[in-house]
């Protein structure tokens, strides 16, 4: 059973469109982080959501935590293809960061 | 610096060699990672150091063997590996050591090594 699910798994949008990536749990978690990897490199961090209902932005990108602090939410406002890759939502559990299953997104010019 | 460096970039290895994999971090962190990680899969937790003291280990096989030299290093030591065992090999670090002190804090990854066992 996974601890953190991700949805969609797969995304593949035109430059331009908006998207959302859901990150979902039946636990609470203190925080939870978002991750984007891009292939053959390490997860870069992006942002940590710590309060219930917190709205963080960078840039064209909206980071929300859920009231209950059980779930997450990424969205992507006018997608370019420089946002291709692997975005993973990860929280802490008895020490261990763990991850969902992630989603890979791929931009079309 | 929020760098996390490893070393090789990229490894081949037989299965009857061995090789090590190392990681430095300068950033004061008490606590360090190493992680694995197949094709569009998400990082699986491998171990987990704390003041440079083993706290978890994920029931890794014996033949992956963790040290910790010191608060900036971490290495993996590799011997008589699988051809399932090719994957990126991801090293992190957080700040804090003990298990409340983690909770809310950041880790950060290096590029990984990429490993091939033929």
């Known amino acids: 059973t996974q601890l953190l699910e991700q949805s969609p798994q797969f995304l593949s949008i035109q430059e331009g469109e908006n998207l959302t990536v859901y990150c979902n749990s039946s636990?609470?978690?203190?925080?939870l982080q978002w991750y984007r990897q891009e292939p053959g490199e390490g997860p870069v961090l992006l942002v940590t959501v710590v309060t219930g209902g917190e709205v963080k932005k960078l840039k064209r990108l909206t980071f929300q935590f859920g009231d209950a602090r059980k779930d997450s939410s990424l969205h992507i406002t006018a997608a370019q293809p420089g946002d291709t890759g692997l975005y993973l939502c990860a929280g802490r559990r008895t020490g261990k960061l763990i991850f969902g299953q992630g989603t890979t997104l791929q931009v079309k010019p | 610096d929020t760098e996390v460096t490893q070393t090789p970039k990229h490894l081949v290895m037989g299965m009857t060699n061995k090789k090590s994999l190392k990681c430095e971090q300068h950033m004061g962190h008490r606590a360090m990672y190493w992680y694995k990680q197949k094709a569009k899969k998400p990082p699986e937790l491998m171990f987990v150091?704390?003041?440079?003291?083993?706290?978890i280990n994920e029931s890794v096989p014996s033949r992956f063997s963790p040290e910790c030299p010191n608060s900036s290093l971490l290495n993996l030591h590799l011997h008589a590996l699988q051809p399932e065992d090719s994957a990126l090999y991801l090293c992190a670090s957080s700040q804090g050591g003990g298990r409340e002190r983690l909770m809310n804090t950041e880790a950060f990854f290096g590029q990984g090594t990429r490993l091939t066992v033929v």
């Open positions: 150091y704390s003041y440079e003291k083993l706290s």
């Open positions: 636990s609470v978690f203190s925080s």
